[in-house]
């Protein structure tokens, strides 16, 4: 780890100042800057969880809302009866849990099938988890009420998403990195150069599905009232994949860069276009596909290769 | 007797499945598009019955020289001027697939949003064919039974297509490998655009014959993509005979099922078996393994 | 006097706190007053959002300025009115940020009510924080009777599940000791958070008044065919069939009825069954079907608000959202009795006002609207309102309901 901080010692001490002037945004930012930060810490983390594993293995993933939900629930049930973090902890490990099962029952599924499949996993939880709530309990809603402020949710989705990035990229330069993309060009190659693929997979799958539940535990936090279609919102599926593929789910500050722009892009148009909102943000998806190709992520890095071949050229005159 | 005719209605709403899933197999399978603004034809075709019927007081069915039409026209301009340039660039089929997933939900948006503004989004309904037919004993909705009927006609018009024209041999050819098919002279650009915007008009059929029963607005399209993808992944990609077979397999479980069990799983039944049938033949109930 | 009720709003404000006019001060009157609002346009709920609610901001928007805006006594004028609407998507956080955005960045003075009971109750802590008080119009839930002193700038306009409940049990009641009836009832509803918390209210009151409910299951919302379960209803052979519905499986329901020849004599849809599609879908067949969420169409004011409705959107309006538009109404009368946007101020007199509107006398005890229209019935082709009885504008019972012919 220290070797690796070395070696990036540039992009390291930015991204430790960036992160320390994020800290301090709840000082100078009013509760709706506050909660604009909110919602995009929580689609960046989101986005980075969802390329963690899907990204590198292409295994397309429409689970998020799932997991997602899996982490409103447990809050919503563990709060009453153990403290706030306690509760949001819980939430990250039963999201791990339930994701070790689903991949180990699902993760031989490739290609759309997959795709579909998990999309199929998230209305099956919501609709039986619907009728237990039902059954048991005679409602379907619960309430969340804390005294959680706006600042200690700022802080700690800043904090979940932060671990996040540099976590994703951590793993993309160690072994495990290596045996995801190896998996994601050919699954069959790489376990015979030697990867345990179903270990690896599960193991991916479910670290990263535990950054989803924690992230739906704690903007649950602001929810006084829940119920299934709620957490089980299968928007959030599409958001985040979607976010993914414009920032360019290859690397891990990829996502962070279709996340953020697509964040604020709907902030404009909910607010210009209130009455043709799907109608714009449909069109920027079309625009973003013809003349953004390859995402956000391959654009920034032309940028930087062209910054690069200029500095070279002129050293070489100099 | 009851269980009888819960069986019939299950048989009627999977027939109702298949017919939504036929033409996105068309589009996916054939034209290998995964079109995810599909149900917005669907939802063209059910508005535009509704408002031939509630409006001119026509007969709804006539509506279909209307919507089949607009809808082939549409589909095959966005496959030959959204799809191709997206085939030409793509460096690989994962590539491809993100790229159709961004344009296709864009268009998803766009469509609806169009309709909300132009449509409103109030909650539309008409009676047509309503009226009880009694079958051995057991009662169903005439407009049930005749777009079951429907679906049945057209999974066999398109079978014999399939089996016994030129551009059925193509479009078969293309379904099991589009390079060797272009190497025997099949052009496949054109055959895939004529696949998928006949998938496009066969959406909007459905939406006609399914508006007959049930209720609708501007915003029901996703929900119709999504449960006809469904059915097109358990019969199979490109098993555009079987998406009717599945789609009779999914109704029947469902509709006995929820019967038997609690009706309040009906859904949960649906996607159940949807799972249990990958997990154990991960490329569908038709496809030879 | 209709034209009066329905265009200014501001007719006969009984017992409200009567201030002394002061005169125009040096302070200056602002030269508009701004509504926000952040409401679901796109996603599943975007279409009953837009009829139920949009549509009415939309219409008293233009007739309050048609009418030179809302009077402010402080400063002796009329200052028009100004809408900032969002789109939140139908998401909570959407919402929440959407919310800040209205009061922090665009200042406006008063927040006008999203839609749906999760995104009202999602809302509340900041309207609350703030001090905005907010009417809401499409919220209903069983937790009302305890959230009042929580959530003291909150309002609740339509009937919460007691109230809609309560008096359909009793009918039945009132039936069976007439003789009329055996009491026999059966008890559908969708497994969302309306249909459940109906449903348990209902079957508290059915087992006050001695109801025998012979049938009660959920069934999953969203699906595609209600026949097996009508026919499991049908087979207990009752004489009351009550469906806590949504719009889709009101409609599909109400048809497959039809088919199986289902004529049970007190029948009762809930939401989706006042919209003006549902007439328009089965004709005369609607008769006697009871209904929840209804407004008197006879009411003072009512013509002419269906047909500047009709004049601005070119469709009939939705009777379910009258009661948006009642809300407008007596949050017009409230800034007026204040004379000047002061919330505080404008809250109480909220709280302890009655208020005349479109939908009737709306008097709130403990925030919560006292005696809101809960069940209708179409009666010859036509929505007429029934429970709260003795509510002026109340019609008899029609009963037995038709068969369907």
Redesign the interface.
Known sequence: MLELLRRNWGISALTALGAGLLALVPLFGSNYVLSLFIVLYANVALATAWAFFSGATRYISLATAAFFGVGIYTLAILHVYVSIPLAVVGAAIVGFLVALVVGLSTLRLRGVYFVVFTFGLTELVHQVLNWWEIKINKTVSRYIFTDVSNVNIYETLLAVTLITIVGSWYVSQIRLGFALRAIGEDETVARHTGVNTTRVKILCFALSASVMALVGAVLALRYPYIDASIAFNNTWSFQVLIAALLGGAGRAWGPAMGAVPLVLLSEYLAGSFPHHFSIALGLCFVVIVYFLPGGITRLIERFLHSLKAARAGMGGHG | M?LF??FL??L??GG?YGLIALGLNLQYGVARI?NLSYGEFFMGGAFTAFFTI?LWKLNPLLSLFVSLPIAFVINWLIYQY?MI??VR?AADQ?AL???V???T??????????A??NW????????FL???VHLVGA???FNRLFAFLAACALAFALFLVLRYTRFGTALRAMTIDPVAASLVGIDVRKFSALAFAAGGALAAASGMLVST???F???IGV?YT?KA??VV?LAG?GRVTGTLAAGLVLGVVE?VG??LV???????IN??L??LV??LR???LFTRA | MDRRTFVKGSAAVVGAATLPRTPAQAQAAPDKIRFGYAITQSGPLGPGADSTTVSNYKLWNKLVNDAGGIMLKKFGKKVPIEMVAYDDQGKPDELLKLTERLIQQDKVDMVLSPYATHMNLAQAPIINKYEYPVIMTTATTNKTYELGPRWPYAFWNIAQPREASQPLSKAIADLKKQGKIKGRVAAIYPSVEYGVENNEAFLEAAKKDGLEVVFNKSYAFGASDLQPLIREVMATNPDAFLAFSYPPDTFMLTEQAQILGFNPQFMYVAIGGVFPQYKDKFGNKVNGILVYGPSDPKAPGMDEYAKAHRDLFKQEYEPGGVNVYAALQLTQQAIETVGEIDRKKIRDVIANTTFKTLWGEIKYVKQLNANPWAVGQWQNGELTVIYPADKAGAKPLLFPKPAWS
């Open positions: 009851i005719e819960v209605g299950g009627l709403l109702m995964l509630m959204l340039p997206l660039r994962d697939d993100a790229d997933v961004l344009v939900f864009g268009l998803f948006f766009v469509f609806q949003g169009l909300l503004v409103s989004g109030d909650l539309r309904g008409y009676s309503s009226s009880p009662t169903v909705a029963f049930i209720s607005s501007s915003t929900e999504l993808l469904i992944i990609v509709s929820g019967y609690d009706p309040q799983l009906t859904i949960a996607f159940g949807f799972m990958l997990l991960p490329t569908g």
